[in-house]
């Protein structure tokens, strides 16, 4: 199994360019989620899908940041315009729900983003 | 509403030593618990979870935690640390049911001394 992957890995932009990452979950799972982490803030889930539908986007900082699912084997999240405060680490996670609540969630490596 | 506490976001030990993080957590209904670990430049990695079958648990790389009811804890243990155990470690509750949402606590940062 390959895992929850993201691309790109790193990401350097400057303020206003649109930046989109990306996410390919574990193949089979039914939830999707996307963090954000910083030393400041710490781990922050932004939003969460289950079975391509959008359950919880309260945690989206601002209408410039849109997450999608197409499909159960792709999902993007977009920033536009971008700015420097965005620079962070963006995870995505997928988890499968087996009905016994001990649903744990596979990491993937991270999208590192600099925003100048 | 769930929530985990760590207390002491930075600990360090010795090698050899024994690792106590902290977890503690609140839930109005049986939570499940879990440990993730954070090597540098790395994503989350599940170390161990409660899921009420027996209260210590045993993970990875020698790792072990005992759900607590009475104290509400949850704290990841492990009787003698790596170089290589040196990471973020997160504690995270789950109500179960229909959501595979976790709720993380705001980490410890583990340092080992030589």
């Known amino acids: 199994d390959a895992g929850v992957i993201q691309s790109p890995r790193h990401e350097v932009t400057e303020m206003g360019q649109e930046v989109t990452l990306r996410c390919k979950p574990i193949?089979?799972?039914?939830?999707l989620f996307w963090y954000r982490q910083t030393m400041m803030r710490g781990l922050e889930l932004l939003i969460y899908?289950?079975?391509?539908?959008?359950?919880?986007d309260s945690g989206m900082p601002e209408d410039r940041f849109s997450a999608k699912m197409p499909n159960a084997s792709f999902s993007t999240l977009k920033i536009q315009p971008s700015e420097p405060r965005d620079s962070a680490v963006y995870f995505c996670?997928?988890?499968?729900?087996?009905?016994?609540?001990?649903?744990?969630?596979?990491f993937g490596p991270g999208t590192r983003l600099t925003v100048l | 509403a769930q929530s985990v506490t760590q207390l002491g976001s930075h600990v360090s030990v010795s090698e050899g030593a024994l690792v106590l993080l902290r977890c503690n957590y609140s839930?109005?209904?049986?939570?499940?618990l879990f440990w993730y670990v954070q090597y540098p430049n790395q994503g989350l990695q599940l170390l161990l979870k409660?899921?009420?079958?027996?209260?210590l648990v045993k993970g990875i790389n020698g790792f072990e935690a005992e759900f607590k009811k009475s104290e509400t804890s949850f704290h990841l243990t492990k009787p003698s640390a790596h170089m290589s155990d040196a990471a973020e470690y997160f504690c995270?509750?789950?109500?179960?049911?229909?959501?595979?949402?976790?709720?993380f606590g705001t980490g410890t940062l583990l340092a080992v001394q030589p």
């Open positions: 996670a997928s988890s499968f729900n087996r009905g016994t609540g001990d649903n744990e969630q596979f």
């Open positions: 193949s089979g799972h039914d939830y």
């Open positions: 899908f289950n079975n391509n539908v959008p359950i919880d």
């Open positions: 839930s109005s209904v049986p939570p499940y």
């Open positions: 409660y899921t009420s079958a027996a209260t």
């Open positions: 995270a509750v789950s109500r179960g049911g229909a959501t595979n949402k976790l709720i």
